[in-house]
């Protein structure tokens, strides 16, 4: 059974640069199938989808982010990775690592991690 | 900029059939956009009911059914339980890598 999980640090100060990485097991990223996306959510508001990498390196960034976020994919550790730059407090959010399988469905999800933006 | 539109709350009583759209600032929603459902409860990563417009996730109930009604995507749900009461979020795929996300239906099951 595929796995994400979420790991980095928890507190970033305002603008530094975030950086977060998932770990998938049960499976390979390197599949063609699919593609590994971030998503995030700030707390109490709705989700939204960040970037997504293929295994090839292939990158796609929300067009209101892009100028901040960087997504780097690892096939041998089987992980990518996220940064995200400049940070402000409006950057505090539960991030979500997630599989994209081609243009059909955001699934299995990591479980989460927050990160708080703050001096 | 796209936005994605969704009821900010809805309400239903247990038994009842509710139904949750999606739809576009510009135009119409339709299957070429692939939408697909989630279900979140509070604290819990969100779970995929429906994908591909109308195919339901591996576990899912065959209560929740997704279509494509009038412009938008719809997600419907027939003989609502107490535990439906979530959060569901569409997300459409604009095509070249990029997806949007709706801002989020709060369902109250009362």
């Known amino acids: 059974q595929l796995q994400l999980q979420e790991s980095g640090p928890g507190l970033v100060k305002p603008s530094e640069t975030l950086s977060l990485t998932c770990s998938v097991s049960g499976g390979s990223i390197s599949s063609s199938s699919y593609y590994w996306g971030w998503i995030r959510q700030p707390p109490g508001k709705g989700l939204e989808w960040i970037g997504s990498?293929?295994?090839?390196?292939?990158?796609y960034y929300n067009p209101s982010l892009k100028s901040r976020v960087t997504i780097s994919v690892d096939t041998s550790k089987n992980q990518f990775s996220l940064k995200l730059s400049s940070v402000t407090a409006a950057d505090t959010a539960v991030y979500y690592c997630a599989r994209v399988e081609s243009d059909s469905q955001f699934d299995p999800w990591g479980q989460g991690t927050l990160v708080t933006v703050s001096s | 900029q796209t936005v994605v539109t969704q009821e900010p709350s809805f309400s239903v009583s247990p038994g009842g059939t509710v139904t949750l759209t999606c739809g576009l600032s510009?135009?119409?929603?339709?299957?070429?956009?692939?939408p697909s459902w989630y279900q979140q409860t509070p604290g819990q990563a969100p779970r995929t009911l429906i994908y591909?417009?109308?195919t339901r996730s591996s576990g899912v109930p065959d209560r929740f059914s997704g279509s494509i009604l009038g412009n938008k995507a719809a997600l419907t749900i027939t003989g609502a339980q107490a535990d439906d009461e979530s959060d569901y979020y569409c997300v459409l795929y604009m095509g070249s890598g990029i997806w949007v996300f709706g801002g989020g239906t709060k369902l109250t099951v009362l």
């Open positions: 990498i293929y295994y090839s390196g292939s990158t």
């Open positions: 591909s417009t109308n």
């Open positions: 510009f135009g119409s929603v339709s299957t070429s956009y692939y």
